[in-house]
């Protein structure tokens, strides 16, 4: 008991630490801005203490539960409405929600991600923006657009809405919190000053953030006054995320098949690409998030099993407002805590503290997952991705990406381009004269000093591989079809 009592006092300890550096901390913050940090720092002494009390992942492997039947209901059980007044009823009703907190770095990008251009010059943004203006014109609607921006991505972001201006929409933006990392040695925030702009010391605190960032930020009230009532959330990277009637009907009219679900998760069927997504489990009588790094080494291979778990989180997600406001207020949000481990340029090893959206499912009153088409998930998260969104495999109809009716099978091509050649998007659309015909293809690895020309088909299998060294130039008008290329392939203008 006494050793309990040690542990118990050295935790308080801790907590008590951190409080006074926080303390010392709002002391510089700029002009005005000491109540926003002081709000933000609240939610942040909650996290880190939990942090401290609750070692490991909560979920035991041996007591997941098979999930009832009704946990996942499939997308083709809902009913389609077609009335166009009752739809543009249930639009009012609805807020959609884009996270906008991530840089393009990854993609050899500077900036907002959402700022990439993906297709025929339009970026994520521009595309999202083209959707929902469509809904309100459409419907006569009012449907507003709220991005969620880090404070990575806030001032890019501002720059560029202005173009918007005189579209048929309305365009909300909010910043999710900023919080200290932590220094793994002493447990005590790395940053010391909230006037500096080092931003290497702080660190947006992951999607399940939105609750409490929304709610701080003044929008949730204001859009329950206006009456409405679920907001559609999902990252401004998955193109398949577009507003679904189906899914806003079943929610909003629990009469026509629906049953009162405060959050629905969309999910879909796993393939092999995706076998390190999150899934839905039953634990403990609940629905929950059960995501890789909350499986312990021994049980990873089953974690990835597509027989076991044959369903994955896709991120979007549709959340009553009021509820959100309810959990929020009560302080009654349970979201497990994250630990990522980061390496600062200074050398310094440091802890962020984040959470994940979809992990609130177990907090809302009947929450239901619904298994939905694959159309509905095209992130692009690589420039494997945007080699498939920008063929012709997909046509754009209303800022949505529309699968090609010409190709065969239902699912995407698998391909892998070699990140050192292929992974950024300025050496990754020099290295294709044009982009291929992809309408028959099935899987495509590309490797090396690899360039395509113009006219180019792809079909079956196809593997590229050029070794160190070695360049292969692919000629315009080539028909590759379950082909192997190696070696070296140069072809000169003449």
Known sequence: MGDFSE???????????????????????????????????ESYKRLFHRFLHESGS?????????????AVLNYD????????????????????????????????????????????????LDLTVHQIEQLNVTYGTDVPLVLMNSFNTNDDTAKVLHKYRGRRLRIVTFQQSRYPRIDRETLMPAAKNLSTSANEVWYPPGHGDFYQAFYNSGLLDQFLQEG??????????????????NILSFLLNPSSGGHGSDFVMEVTDKTRADVKGGTLIQYENKLRLLEIAQVAKQNVDEFKSITKFKIFNTNNLWVNLAAIRRLVESNSMQLEVIVNHKALDSGSNVIQLETACGDAVRNFNGAVGINVPRRRFLPVKKTDDLLLIMSNLY?????????????????????????????????????????????????????????????????GTVIIIANHGDRIDIPSGSLLENKIVSGNLRILDH
């Not at 909560?58 to 009704?70: E, F, S, T, V």
């Open 77 to 124: 059980s809902l009913k389609t409405p077609t009335e166009k007044e009752a739809i543009a009823q249930m639009l009012r009703k609805l807020v959609v929600v884009k996270l906008n907190g991530g840089l393009g770095t990854s993609m050899g990008c500077t900036g907002p991600k959402s700022l990439i251009q993906v297709r025929n010059d339009l970026t994520f």
């Open 7 to 41: 542990v118990d006092h050295q935790r308080q300890t801790t907590v008590d630490s951190l409080h006074q550096e926080l303390q010392k901390l709002l002391q510089t913050a700029p002009g005005g801005k000491a109540d926003i940090f002081r709000t933000e720092f």
């Open 58 to 70: 909560a979920i035991q492997w041996g007591n997941i539960q098979k999930l009832p039947d009704n």
């Open 395 to 459: 046509s754009i109809q209303d800022g949505t990406l529309v699968m090609n009716p010409v190709r065969m099978f239902p699912s995407v091509p698998l391909v892998k381009l070699g990140d050192h050649s292929f992974g950024k998007v300025k050496e990754f659309l020099r290295r294709f004269a044009a982009i291929p015909n992809m309408l028959d293809l099935d899987h495509l690895t590309v490797s090396g000093d690899v360039t395509f020309g113009k006219g180019v088909v792809l079909k």
């Open 228 to 245: 409405r009532e679920f907001c559609f959330l999902s990252n401004i990277d998955n193109l398949g995320a577009t507003v679904d009637l």
